[in-house]
């Protein structure tokens, strides 16, 4: 009996290790391939630094090489400076398939002087409809800012300069679908979303200030790759405790009454019909426990 528990448990062990490894660090040439765009993905400095670039033909994009199943994804990013309405800058996650997964960070671009608006939005199980808007705290195309997707079994936290803004917990005790057993790819891409973006489709893409071009560098991810589809990696925690500490949740609430445009759980006239589950008061947990 003790012995065949043993065996089991090492079996468990070793099917972990073949089916999932650690990835530290980032490359933009070893971590990642061209989706699209062609030459408009320019790589550089040994792959510590990219920019991506729109012009009249084409966007531009890069995939991960690999599948990840939960980790923390930071990204240094300078977004399109002037006028940059009609354009979208994203770095997300997402697995392919039915039914999928993904977890957004987007930058509506803007004209000069208007301000960017961040979007995150989170699918699971192919449901999304959980957009959170927000503006930022600063010029995004003044300087490299670093955004973050730290996603592990008990929670997504999206992070601005080391600041959560969204914390989605796992609730799939009470029925809400949460991303556990997709793996997904990492995706930076520039493309035009004018027919969405800019005042919801009002304001769209001046091709006289093309080229457009997004600055990324530091790229790091301290992920789970998953070789084979389904892996799963329930060791990893993100490398952080799963719960924030008390001046992550202050300058949380800071960003939540001060910067929050658009919040999916305070829509009625969207749903109108009743709430998502998760965001039905009986269903809602502190967010900051
Ligand atoms: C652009 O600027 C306008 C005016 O300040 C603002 O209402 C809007 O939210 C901004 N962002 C987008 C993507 O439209």
């Given at each position: 009996m003790?012995?065949?528990?043993?065996?089991?448990?090492?079996?468990?062990?070793?099917?972990?290790?073949?089916?999932?490894?650690?990835?530290?660090?980032?490359?933009?040439?070893?971590?990642f391939?061209?989706?699209f765009?062609?030459?408009?993905?320019?790589?550089?400095?040994?792959?510590?630094?990219?920019?991506?670039?729109?012009d009249?033909?084409?966007?531009?994009?890069?995939?991960?090489?690999?599948?990840?199943?939960?980790?923390?994804?930071?990204?240094?990013?300078?977004?399109v400076?002037?006028?940059?309405?009609?354009?979208?800058?994203?770095?997300?996650?997402?697995?392919?398939?039915?039914?999928?997964?993904?977890?957004?960070?987007?930058?509506?671009?803007?004209?000069?002087?208007?301000?960017?608006?961040?979007?995150?939005?989170?699918?699971a199980?192919?449901v999304?409809?959980?957009?959170?808007?927000?503006?930022?705290?600063?010029?995004?195309?003044?300087?490299?800012h670093?955004?973050?997707?730290?996603?592990?079994?008990?929670?997504?936290?999206?992070?601005?300069d080391?600041?959560?803004?969204?914390?989605?917990?796992?609730?799939?005790?009470?029925?809400?679908?949460f991303?556990t057993?997709?793996?997904?790819?990492?995706?930076t891409?520039l493309?035009?979303?004018?027919?969405?973006?800019?005042?919801?489709?009002?304001?769209?893409l001046?091709?006289?200030?093309?080229?457009?071009?997004?600055?990324?560098?530091?790229?790091?991810?301290?992920?789970?790759?998953?070789?084979?589809g389904?892996?799963?990696?329930?060791?990893?925690?993100?490398?952080?405790?799963?719960?924030?500490?008390?001046?992550?949740?202050?300058?949380?609430?800071?960003?939540?009454?001060?910067?929050?445009?658009?919040?999916?759980?305070?829509?009625?006239?969207?749903?109108?019909?009743?709430?998502?589950?998760?965001?039905r008061?009986?269903?809602?947990?502190?967010?900051?426990?």
């Amino acid at each position: 009996m003790a012995s065949s528990r043993c065996g089991s448990v090492s079996l468990l062990v070793s099917v972990f290790l073949a089916i999932t490894t650690l990835a530290l660090g980032g490359n933009f040439y070893e971590d990642f391939d061209n989706l699209f765009g062609d030459v408009r993905v320019d790589i550089k400095d040994a792959g510590q630094s990219m920019t991506l670039t729109m012009d009249q033909y084409s966007g531009s994009g890069i995939v991960s090489k690999n599948e990840y199943l939960f980790g923390r994804f930071d990204m240094q990013i300078k977004l399109v400076p002037g006028n940059s309405a009609g354009t979208v800058t994203a770095f997300y996650l997402s697995s392919q398939g039915e039914n999928h997964d993904e977890i957004d960070i987007e930058f509506l671009g803007n004209l000069t002087g208007d301000p960017y608006l961040l979007s995150t939005n989170i699918y699971a199980n192919g449901v999304g409809g959980r957009e959170m808007q927000y503006y930022l705290w600063f010029d995004p195309t003044e300087d490299f800012h670093t955004y973050s997707i730290d996603w592990n079994p008990n929670r997504i936290i999206i992070l601005v300069d080391d600041i959560p803004i969204r914390v989605m917990l796992n609730r799939a005790s009470i029925g809400v679908a949460f991303p556990t057993s997709r793996p997904m790819r990492l995706y930076t891409t520039l493309w035009n979303g004018d027919s969405w973006a800019t005042r919801w489709g009002a304001v769209k893409l001046d091709l006289s200030n093309a080229p457009f071009v997004a600055s990324f560098k530091n790229f790091n991810a301290n992920a789970c790759v998953a070789n084979q589809g389904g892996a799963r990696c329930k060791r990893f925690n993100g490398g952080k405790s799963s719960i924030l500490g008390q001046e992550s949740k202050k300058k949380m609430q800071g960003v939540l009454s001060k910067w929050v445009v658009y919040d999916y759980c305070r829509d009625l006239r969207r749903y109108a019909h009743g709430l998502p589950y998760e965001c039905r008061k009986e269903n809602q947990f502190d967010q900051f426990q």
